[in-house]
Nanobody, 125 residues
Framework: VQLQASGGGLVQDGGSLRLSCAAS???????MGWFRQVPGKEREFVAT????????YYAAAVKGRFTISVDSAKNTVYLDMNSLKPEDTAVYYC????????????????????WGQGTLVTVSS
């Protein structure tokens, strides 16, 4: 499975962006999510969508500002980011697992089998 992320770019403080990540070939992927990483820092969890029970999980830092959704027909996961802040600047990576990831593990990167190449989001102040 290959994950292709897109949608990153430069935006001003308070702006919005939509990230997309398409999986190919199309096949069932129960859990799809997003992580981000700033150079020199550890990768951190952002959000996850679990298709089997339509559960969503968010990092505290983005809850209320970011929304994750999935188009199952297109095998694509989206991340709508609003009220962006300079501290949201990072490379964003999509990740997926063919199987359901249990709640206690959704925030762990090693729970995901497949990773995209990353897309850079820069928020200017």
């Amino acid at each position: 499975v290959q994950l292709q992320a897109s949608g990153g770019g430069l935006v001003q403080d308070g702006g919005s962006l939509r990230l997309s990540c398409a999986a190919s070939p199309v096949q069932p992927l129960d859990t799809m999510g997003w992580f981000r990483q700033v150079p020199g820092k550890e990768r951190e969890f952002v959000a996850t969508f679990r298709k089997g029970d339509r559960s969503t999980y968010y990092a505290a830092a983005v809850k209320g500002r970011f929304t994750i959704s999935v188009d199952s027909a297109k095998n694509t996961v989206y991340l709508d980011m609003n009220s962006l802040k300079p501290e949201d600047t990072a490379v964003y990576y999509c990740a997926a697992n063919r199987n359901r990831i249990i709640t206690s593990q959704v925030r762990r990167g090693n729970s995901y089998n497949y990773w995209g190449q990353g897309t850079l989001v820069t928020v200017s102040s």
